[in-house]
């Protein structure tokens, strides 16, 4: 990561989503992770909820923090993997303006550096939506800590060069 210190940090406002049958607050390890990730990363977590495996449900309440001026971007965690009930995948489907896929694959190059080959089990995905960008990580901690410390941690710092997400910001709705 190539941080310009000469240019000042932009905070942004974060949304949280646990994507999980079986985690509520107690056991929301990865969730707890990102959330403290984000806030000492100096941005404002701006929601965090904990949604079943329903891809009706998730993208409803995607849509709901894309219409919401004050959540910038969307982290998930959950529901990335290859089983019927892993369905965050289809929700992002149906509620993404573009695709961003040089995330997922990124992803699985840096999974690759921790798990190897099972890497290619994960479906990891980022997408834009009417300006809000949208990244779906693996449910596993480890998969978090990856996602978050070696790819979103410098994409969402509007001082990492050459270039980030966070700079792209007020030219997103263009048409």
């Not at 310009?4 to 969730?31: C, K, M, Q, W, Y």
């Not at 990335?80 to 699985?108: H, N, Q, S, W, Y």
Request: charged share 30%; with cysteine.
């Amino acid at each position: 990561m190539a941080i310009d210190e000469s240019r000042a940090f932009r905070p942004i406002n974060i949304a949280l989503l646990t994507v999980s049958d079986t985690r509520g607050p107690d056991e929301d390890t990865s969730g707890d992770i990102l959330a403290e990730r984000i806030k000492s990363a100096g941005h404002r977590l701006a929601n965090r909820m904990i949604l079943r495996d329903d891809a009706d449900l998730i993208a409803d309440q995607l849509r709901r923090w894309i219409a919401d001026e004050g959540v910038d971007a969307v982290v998930s965690t959950g529901g990335t993997g290859l089983t019927g009930r892993d369905v965050t995948p289809e929700a992002l489907e149906r509620v993404k303006t573009k695709d961003i896929p040089g995330f997922g694959e990124l992803f699985r190059w840096v999974s690759y550096q921790s798990i190897g080959t099972s890497t290619v089990q994960s479906r990891a995905l980022a997408v834009l939506a009417e300006g809000t960008y949208i990244f779906a990580l693996p449910g596993s901690n480890g998969a978090v800590r990856d996602g978050w410390d070696k790819i979103l941690a410098e994409q969402l710092d509007s001082r990492n060069r050459p270039c980030n997400f966070v700079e792209l910001m007020p030219r997103l709705k263009e048409r």
